[in-house]
């Protein structure tokens, strides 16, 4: 069932790394497009892998200039009056403030898109990610497909020289297919994890 609610409104799109999560936000924002809404897409500086104003899915077909920001509090000074509707894409490289942010838009009156990672390479929450979780009116998790099994894959595999990362690396290390792989529960590993 579709959620439409008066007003605004938060809709998050979360999940693993290659499981389409930029795919279905712009899926969405092409649609608000259709229906002749005023778009601003934004992201973070951090994530210059498509070019520096550019969003793109890992396969490279769908792909949206955007408004690159260091911050949340930057989403707000360059939203154009405007907008109706607010996206984000890789949401989980914000701090906890980008919450409040899609808050106050929401509580404006605009829809707000987000879209990024559930869980660091770690398997654990990353960044403000439980916050707007827990705020959003709709939340939506994507799976990929585990490489090493084939299973539905609800996690992220960092790999250093071939081989998983350990605990301690360095949460955030951006990448693609390089880096990462998709895994499910069972083959995701993580040496050194704490029990």
């Known amino acids: ?18 499981s389409g999560k930029t795919e279905e936000l712009l899926r969405r924002i092409r649609r608000a497009e259709i229906a002749r809404k005023k778009v601003q897409l934004f992201k973070p500086t951090i994530d210059n ?5 550019r969003v793109a899915s890992h396969d490279g077909l769908a792909r949206e200039d955007a408004v690159v920001v260091c ?8 939203l154009e009056v405007d907008t109706e509707v607010v996206a984000v ?6 701090d906890e403030t980008i919450a409040d942010v899609c808050d106050h838009l929401a509580d404006r009156g605009l829809r707000v898109i987000v879209a990024g990672l559930d869980q660091d390479f770690r398997g654990e929450p990353f960044g403000p990610m ?15 497909i585990c490489v090493a099994c ?38 995701h590993e993580v040496p050194g994890k704490p029990r």
Not at 71 to 78: G, M, P, Q, S, T
Not at 89 to 94: K, L
């Open 1 to 18: 069932m579709h959620y439409t609610p008066s007003g605004g409104w938060i809709e998050l799109v979360c999940g693993s790394m290659f």
């Open 49 to 53: 892998r498509y070019g520096l104003v």
């Open 71 to 78: 911050n949340a509090e930057d989403v707000l000074r360059r």
């Open 130 to 144: 439980p916050l707007l979780l827990a705020r959003a009116e709709r939340v939506d998790k994507l799976h990929a």
């Open 150 to 187: 084939g299973a539905s894959a609800s996690r992220t595999q960092r790999l250093i020289d071939g081989r998983p990362a350990r605990y301690d690396d360095p949460v955030i290390l951006v990448g693609g297919s390089e880096s990462y792989e998709a895994r499910c529960r069972n083959c």
């Open 89 to 94: 894409d890789e949401v989980q490289f914000f």
